[in-house]
């Protein structure tokens, strides 16, 4: 399954899905040029390649079917390309595919509530006299997360020393601006690799706290190129 010299010559780059013919699920979007849409059919039959996407092309060829490609869009320019990827991967949810991640420029340009688009633009410089951690969380995050998905990544397992015993307040953050704000009740340790992180154990915070530091910005607490997830203030 390829396509001509001739077709390749006009497509120009394009997107592209890969669908189940049993269910007509949609299980793979992608951006290419030539031949790219039929790479992962070739790799998945020539190659011991285990990824969701492999094995589920392998599934489909196993039980008698063929893979259907569609391609969406064409004669675009490559920069193009990344933009329709990443909104129609947006659009049908990273849980819903098995992309490994999100398309280009995803967290800054991607999929965002109303609120969040406000929040982003609007934002005011987080200032509060209470003791508060600011936890960034931005590998941890996924914008499908429930209430308390959120709650686990914020409130473990971290390399955090004393003074987080005079913090009151721990703050996720994500991609500089805060998220949501949580009471800490306890902390309690936790062995992992042989070394002590910690967590806590907490609860959402008031409404009055909440609304002071929620969708603040906090990129200066957090400038490019930190390696250090915690920030204290206060304490």
């Avoid at 790219?36 to 039980?63: Q, S, Y």
């Avoid at 063929?66 to 920069?79: D, K, P």
């Avoid at 098995?98 to 609120?115: I, P």
């Amino acid at each position: 399954m390829v396509f001509s010299q001739a077709v390749i010559e006009k497509l120009e780059y394009y997107v592209y899905f890969l669908q189940d013919p049993r269910t007509n699920e949609i299980f793979y979007i992608g951006k290419g040029i030539g031949n790219r849409v039929f790479n992962h059919l070739e790799c998945a039959i020539e190659t011991d390649g285990k990824t969701e996407k492999l094995d589920k092309i392998r599934e489909i060829i196993d039980a008698g079917f063929q893979v259907n490609h569609y391609v969406l869009r064409h004669g675009l320019t490559e920069s193009g390309a990344f933009e329709i990827e990443a909104a129609i991967i947006d659009f049908v949810g990273l849980k819903n595919l098995s992309n490994r991640q999100g398309g280009h420029y995803s967290r800054d340009f991607g999929l965002k509530t109303t609120d969040e688009i406000s929040s982003i633009y609007e934002a005011t410089e987080l200032e509060t006299i209470e003791p508060i951690l600011l936890i960034n969380i931005n590998r941890l995050y996924r914008r499908d997360m429930t209430d308390l998905e959120l709650y686990d990544a914020t409130r473990k397992a971290w390399v955090i020393g004393l003074r987080r015993n005079k913090a009151k307040y721990a703050v996720a953050t994500y991609r500089g601006l805060t998220r949501e704000v949580y009471t800490i009740d306890e902390w309690f340790s936790i062995e992992v690799n042989n070394k002590t992180r910690w967590g806590f154990n907490g609860s959402i915070a008031e409404n009055a706290i909440r609304n002071e530091l929620r969708y603040k910005a906090i990129a200066s607490y957090f400038p490019r190129g930190a390696s250090n997830p915690i920030k204290y203030l206060n304490c």
